[in-house]
C-alpha cells in the first residue's frame, strides 16, 4: 500500500514539473510574441507610419491619457498620424503573461512636432494590456500613459 501511495505522489510531482515546464515555454513564447508586437508599436513611431500599429489594436481599444481623456481607436489613429517624430525609444520594456491576457509596461522617450507644426519632447511611462483574441492573434485591447516629473 506504501509502494502505491509513494509511486502516486511520485507520478503527480513529476506531471506537475512537466506541466510548469510547458507553462514557462508557452509564457516566453507569449512574452517574446508581445514584446514584438510592443516592438511593431514602436516601429510604427520611429517611421511615422501608423499603419504599422493599425492591424495591433482591437476595434473596442480604450486608451487613456495622462490628462484623463478617453479614446477610441479611430482617436488613436488620427492622433497618430498627424505626429511626426523625430525621435522615438522605449527602455525597460516587460511583459507579464495571465493566461490569454499580457500586460507590457514600459519607458517611452520621443520627440519631434504634433499635427499642428507644435514641438513635443515626451518622457512617458505607458501600460498596454493585450489579449490573445479567437482567432490566435494578439491585439491590444487598452493603453495608458503617464508622463515622468522630472
Partial sequence: ?????????????????????????????TEK??????NQWLQSQKTNNPDLVAPLLADKIVGTGS???VTNKT??????KG??????????VKVTV???TAIATGGFKGSGTDA???SFNDNDRWTDTWVKMPDGKWQCVA????PIKM
Avoid: P
Avoid at 493603453?143 to 503617464?146: A, I, M
Fill in 75 to 80: 482617436q488613436m489613429l488620427a492622433e497618430a
Fill in 67 to 69: 490628462d484623463g481623456e
Fill in 98 to 100: 495571465f493566461g490569454n
Fill in 116 to 118: 499642428s507644426g507644435k
Fill in 1 to 29: 500500500m506504501r509502494n502505491v501511495k509513494l509511486w502516486c505522489l511520485l507520478g503527480c510531482l513529476s506531471l506537475g514539473s512537466v506541466l510548469v515546464s510547458q507553462a514557462q515555454q508557452t509564457g516566453g513564447a
Fill in 83 to 92: 505626429r511626426k517624430y523625430a525621435s522615438a525609444e522605449y527602455e525597460d
Fill in 143 to 146: 493603453t495608458h500613459d503617464s
Fill in 33 to 38: 510574441a508581445v514584446l514584438a508586437l510592443e
